[in-house]
């Protein structure tokens, strides 16, 4: 072997994705290396851990961090009936939930457009695949979407009556002569759900 033949690659895993209100410090992204996700000033962390680590299959160790924004404000009144001057301190909370991840084979409708508390989220399906789960997810007082992240799964293929009629009768007959040895009915249609 010699040394031109001899090609190395140096693992990557790229980037990290950050979402609203996180930052990241580091600025090596090979195997090994170590980012540290903290919150953003007036962000405060709701879930996760910061540290990740680059592993061996180029993805990062760990789950992504959420920070939820919070807000201090001050105001100043003023009494009409004297001079004196005095100081309100309020402070409030902006519930932020943040984007959520994609769904294979689907897409994520922000429907006003937001992540803060009360907006909603709704999924569909690409061409041929079925929801399973909720269609819409709520951001939540605690800063996290409501319900559990739904998938697109399986082909789905709707047909008129007739080629439905003509699948069915297909498969009762490969039943009834006992020529299903190919597997179920699903196999001997290719995977396809038929509705």
Known sequence: ???????????????????????????????NSEVIFECEPGYKLVEGKGRRVCQENGKWSGSDITCRCEYNAMATARRETDTHHFIVLFSFSVVECGRVQPILKGEIIYVNSTTYLSSEINYSCGTGYKLVGNKARH????????????????????????????AILLLFLLRRNSLSAAGDSKELLGGVQWQ
Request: with cysteine; glycine share 10%; aromatic share 6%.
């Open 1 to 31: 072997m010699t040394l031109n033949s001899l090609s190395l690659s140096v693992i990557n895993c790229g980037i990290p994705k950050r979402s609203t209100g996180v930052r990241y410090v580091g600025n090596s992204f090979t195997i």
């Open 139 to 166: 951001c939540q007082d605690d800063g996290r979407w409501s319900g559990i992240k739904p998938k697109c799964e399986g082909k789905v293929l709707t047909r008129n009556k007739e080629e439905r009629t003509t």
